[in-house]
């Protein structure tokens, strides 16, 4: 059974900074594209960044609106990825989600929610003062 469970979310202040994170149970995340996305009230939900599997390089995909602040990231020994958020603003608040999703070309991941399978059940960031 694919298991995702996000963590690491919680109240920041403007300009802070939060690392997210997305353990897998059952499969290798390795093996994986995975992808953080974020829904904000009221909103589509909206892909974050994404990475590849780790036999294509880990390529990824990210964002207009979190380049040069989010940075997606894998460790395999633990078998979780990583999202490192910097220079947090409000319009960063949502909840946010990671997913998996296997995918026979190694070096691409897409940013779609409907490329993904396997959900976690997210975790809320708030930026705030």
């Known amino acids: 059974q694919l298991q995702l469970v996000e963590s690491g979310g919680g109240l920041v202040q403007p300009g802070g900074s939060l690392t997210l994170s997305c353990a897998a149970s059952g499969f290798t995340l390795a093996n994986y594209v995975i992808a953080w996305f974020r829904q904000a009230p009221g909103k589509a939900r909206e892909g974050v960044s994404c990475i590849s599997r780790s036999d294509g390089g880990g390529v990824t995909n990210t964002a207009d609106s979190v380049k040069g602040r989010f940075t997606i990231s894998r460790d395999n020994a633990k078998n979780t990825v990583y999202l490192q958020m910097n220079s947090l603003n409000s319009e960063d608040t949502a909840i946010y989600y990671c997913?998996?999703?296997?995918?026979?070309?190694?070096?691409?991941?897409?940013?779609?929610?409907?490329?993904?399978?396997?959900w976690g059940q997210g975790t809320q960031v708030t930026v705030s003062s």
């Open positions: 997913a998996a999703s296997f995918v026979n070309v190694a070096t691409i991941c897409s940013r779609r929610p409907s490329a993904y399978a396997a």
